[in-house]
């Protein structure tokens, strides 16, 4: 089982668009659907993209996913001050039998 | 309102046992799959164990089987997550989250809604 792989960090100034980058395998990303999550400092996890491309309502779309082989992507358009946290992509792996979470990325808004 | 609602922050003793809970309200609790997440101190989030509560079917990560159990009451809209044996590397937040929407299969699943968290302290 191979855990997805993020960068640890990444950053823009406001406006600017922002893409997040998550390696996984074969067993989870490259034949599962991938799910996004946002946790912003001192909070919960939300959910903010489900099935590799869908938002939640509620949800800017400013925000968007994508997935090819055995890699998603998050790209966030136009981005603002709340929009800081950590984002954590997420897969069913088929030899764990059970979900794994990339590492997460903290974004900042310089 | 939808929403889950977790137990209060605990400090135990390695060796002692513990059981924390995640109570739902708003919707069909004994309809949705709902789960635990670990979040150690300044660490990303693992997938612990997830369990319906219709009828008590539950998976566990590899990582967590045979350190915790997860169960549910159905009657009382709560899930729980116990340990018998704490250690100190337990120490951490636990996160409940339910199903957010119905899939067709359980590798589909997203976890939609999150309780508050639960802050774990075990500590000699």
């Known amino acids: 089982q191979s855990v997805p792989t993020q960068p640890p960090s990444a950053s823009g100034t406001p406006g600017q668009r922002v893409t997040i980058s998550c390696s996984g395998s074969s067993s989870n990303i490259g034949s599962n659907t991938v799910n996004w999550y946002q946790q912003l400092p001192g909070t919960a996890p939300k959910l903010l993209m489900y099935?590799?491309?869908y938002r939640p309502s509620g949800v800017p779309d400013r925000f968007s996913g994508s997935k090819s082989g055995t890699s998603a992507s998050l790209a966030i358009s136009g981005l603002q001050s709340e929009d800081e946290a950590d984002y954590y992509c997420?897969?069913?792996?088929?030899?764990?039998?059970?979900?794994?979470f990339g590492g997460g990325t903290k974004v900042t808004v310089l | 309102e939808v929403q889950l609602v977790q137990s209060g922050a605990e400090v135990k003793k390695p060796g002692e046992s513990l059981k924390i809970s995640c109570t739902g309200s708003g919707y069909k609790f004994s309809g949705y799959w709902i789960g635990w997440v670990r979040q150690m101190p300044g660490k990303g989030l693992e997938w612990v164990a997830i369990i319906y509560p219709d009828d008590s079917d539950n998976r566990y990560s590899p990582a967590f089987e045979g350190h915790v159990t997860i169960s549910a009451d159905k009657s009382i809209s709560t899930a729980y997550l116990e340990w018998s044996s704490l250690k100190a590397s337990d120490t951490a937040i636990y996160y409940c989250a339910r199903q957010g929407r119905t899939v067709p299969t359980l590798r589909t699943l997203d976890f939609g809604l999150w309780g508050q968290g639960t802050l774990v302290t075990v500590s000699s």
């Open positions: 099935r590799d491309i």
């Open positions: 997420s897969s069913w792996d088929d030899s764990l039998d059970g979900w794994v």
